[in-house]
Each structure stands twice: as C-alpha cells, then as structure tokens.
C-alpha cells in the first residue's frame, strides 16, 4: 500500500523572466511611489507594501538582477524588524534607532547602487513602469 503523498500548500514562486519582474513592478509600482512619499503615519505601512513586492519581485526576477532585488528586499525587512514608531516625535533622537540603523547602513552598503541597478533594469526593459 502506498503513503498518500502530502498536497504542496506553498504558493509556486513566479517564473524567472523579465516579463514576470515586469509584471510585479507594473502592479507594485504605487509601492514603491509610496515609499518614497508617505507621511510619517503611513510610513510603516508604506514599508510592508513594498517588502510585499520587493519579495514577489525576489522571486521573480531574472539572473542578472535577482541579488539586487533581493538585497533591496533583505534592507526593507531589516528596516521593518526594527518595529520603529515613525510618528514617535523623539523618533530622530533615539540613540539606539540611530546605532541599529548606522549597522543597517553599513551591512548594506551597497544599496544605493543595488537600488540604481534594478531602476536601470526596470527603465530598459519594462514598459509602462516608472520607479
């Protein structure tokens, strides 16, 4: 007799390509507006929008450009663990929020160009998207 075999409940992670990186910065690109824009209030939530895309986009992205999306996604969630209060007025003058994100600046030191180099993927290869 044999073992019945377990249903695979995970999601199937995207195709690689560039039309499905695509695809996900068309449909999240608001996110990623967002981000950049939000009120202070809104700021946290701005963040999860954009970790959400940032991994469907990890997931997703073709070999040229799947460590920079995902070290753009590692530095959202690292921001986001940290649980910070962004409407908290004293939130600037907060010595331990400002040594946790000197250690984030540092451990990703790269982000800058990480960030350049997948606006530069998106602008070259995907139409209708404007990150």
Known sequence: MEAPQEEDSAEEAPERSVDAYCEIWRNGEEAFSDANSAELEDYAEALENLETVLH??????????VS?????????????????DFTDPDLEDDPQLQ???????????DLDEDSDAVGEFVDENCENVDL
Do not use: V
């Open 99 to 109: 040594d946790e994100m000197q250690q984030l600046e540092q451990e990703f030191d």
């Open 68 to 84: 920079e999306t995902a070290n753009m996604r590692n530095a959202i969630t690292s921001i986001r663990n940290l649980n910070i």
């Open 56 to 65: 469907e986009a990890t997931q997703a992205a073709p070999n040229e450009i």
